[in-house]
């Protein structure tokens, strides 16, 4: 089985943190998020990955190489000009030639793919897309079914009076290939705003497969921090961090006066220094700095990251080798180092 992760956004909603990298590379537990879908995919018996990228592709290629530790075969599929979710899978084509699956690269999820695509060939299918439960279902796609499971109606983005289920739209679908004779070639066309309404106004077998399984959308600094303080209390069974777990690298320094509540994790090559309160969750990225007396609160740093003295963090993010200056006093920020 293939699947293809769609790889193309530049995370304009997690800018500044994406001035340097891309949003499928942004750390998860000191671990690149792409890391994590490869890895689950390759969980579910998937033996070929089709990478469609778009902004930045090296950011991507140059950390992966051909992922072989990854348990899977990875292709690169790279558009010069963004193509939309449909679009990218049209200029991937040639690599597809079954049944696969597609997937959102921003999504962490614990989805049963297994048993996903049993139902899609129980039902025969063209399409089964998976839903989830959100709160607010106007960031997503909301999608109308019937008693039999069958999608009704899919309305990408809907007004709050336009909202009529709470269950939308998870980004992970399985497609029969000859849906591909549908997209054209080389244009900007979507799954959300073209394939899926055009084919459901022609009554095609599209079905849905709802869970409520562990999932999240990263597409947001509050909803990236929340994923992580999530698989660190162990609401995913793809980590294994158990509640209030502190896992120090053996080659970072730990002042004996620094006061840590978990969970906490830190990567090799930092200083916590005298008095410094980290109240997790917490994660620090390989050679930060934490200047004493300085309080970290529900944040994360990326790499060699200094925070000086007495500075306050809470609910925020640090992209690598950005530099807090002494009694700084931040809530809620994603900060990043200007580049020169
Ligand atoms: N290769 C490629 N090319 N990938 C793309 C392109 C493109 O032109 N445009 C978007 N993508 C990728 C993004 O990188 C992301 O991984 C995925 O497609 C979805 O795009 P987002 O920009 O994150 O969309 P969204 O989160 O607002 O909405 C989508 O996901 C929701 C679930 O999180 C939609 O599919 C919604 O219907 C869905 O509910
Ligand atoms: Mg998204």
């Known amino acids: ?176 290939n000859q849906v591909l004779k549908r997209i054209p070639r080389g244009k900007r066309f979507m799954f959300e705003r073209d394939v899926f309404p055009e084919l459901l106004a022609e009554g095609g077998p599209v079905f849905s497969y709802a869970t409520d399984a562990y999932w999240i959308d990263t597409g947001t600094p509050e909803q990236y921090l929340q994923l992580s303080g999530d698989l660190m209390s162990g609401k995913s069974l793809q980590v294994a961090f158990k509640p209030g777990e502190i896992r120090i690298n053996k080659k970072t320094s730990v002042h004996p006066q620094a006061k840590l509540t978990g969970p906490i994790l830190v990567d090799s090559h930092c200083t916590i220094g005298k008095g410094v309160q980290l109240r997790g969750p917490v994660v620090i990225g390989t050679g930060c700095t934490i200047k004493d007396d300085a309080i970290m609160e529900n944040s994360i740093l990326w790499q060699n990251v200094t925070i000086g003295e007495q500075a306050t963090l809470k609910d925020c993010i640090v992209a690598s080798n950005s530099c807090i200056v002494d009694n700084a006093c931040i809530e809620c920020g994603a900060i990043a180092q200007a580049e020169k």
Not at 138 to 147: A, L, P, Q, W, Y
């Open 1 to 176: 089985m293939k699947a293809v992760i769609l790889v193309g956004g530049e995370g304009t909603r997690l800018r500044p943190l994406t001035y340097t990298t891309v949003k499928a590379m942004v750390p998860v537990l000191n671990k690149p998020f792409i890391e994590y879908v490869i890895r689950y995919l390759s969980n579910h018996n998937i033996k070929e990955i089709i990478l469609a990228l778009g902004y930045k592709p090296d950011c991507i290629t140059d950390y992966l190489g051909d992922a072989s530790q990854l348990g899977t075969k990875l292709i690169y599929s790279v558009e010069t000009e963004p193509l939309g979710t449909a679009g990218a899978i049209k200029h991937a084509e040639q690599y597809i030639d079954d049944t696969f699956f597609i997937m959102n690269g921003d999504i962490f999820t614990d989805l049963n793919l297994t048993d996903m695509l049993r139902f899609h060939r129980n039902k025969g299918a063209k399409v089964t897309i998976a839903l989830t439960p959100v709160d607010d279902p106007t960031r997503f796609g909301v999608v109308e079914t019937d008693s039999n499971q069958r999608v009704t109606r899919f309305i990408e983005k809907p007004k709050p009076e336009q909202v009529t289920s709470n269950m939308i739209n998870a980004g992970v679908y399985i497609v029969e």
